[in-house]
């Protein structure tokens, strides 16, 4: 549980993300960006590679809800169980006036 750099992401999450635990700037982030009348919702994946992820698969999942404290989280059709290969995940949405809020949820198998 410890945080070696103190960006609020214990050491075993950046394990799980491949993020550094000694650098407060290298983070897991999600990115909201507008496109015309749409949003752009992305993140970075990292392959699971390197010591202490022999055998081991990345996944990432783009999950929605209605709103922040609005019922269960969902994966967006799609965006259910990337593999992480150092590609960046995109995804479009037009919204229809309803609020939506978005995670990326990243995992090791």
Do not use: K
């Not at 949003?39 to 992820?53: E, H, K, N, R």
């Not at 996944?59 to 609005?70: K, V």
Request: glycine fraction near 16%; charge should be negative.
């Amino acid at each position: 549980e410890a945080d070696s750099d103190g960006d609020g992401q214990s050491n075993g999450a950046e394990y799980i993300a491949g993020t550094d635990p000694g650098s407060g700037a290298h983070l897991f982030e999600v990115e909201l960006a507008p496109s015309g009348a749409a949003i752009v919702v992305s993140f970075p994946t990292i392959a699971a590679a390197g010591t202490g992820y022999a055998g081991c698969t990345r996944y990432y999942a783009l999950e929605t809800r209605p709103g922040m404290d609005d019922g269960a989280w969902s994966a967006v059709s799609g965006y259910a169980r990337i593999t992480g290969a150092g590609q960046t995940v995109a995804y479009t949405n037009t919204p229809a006036g309803a609020e939506q809020v978005y995670r990326g949820r990243v995992w090791l198998e």
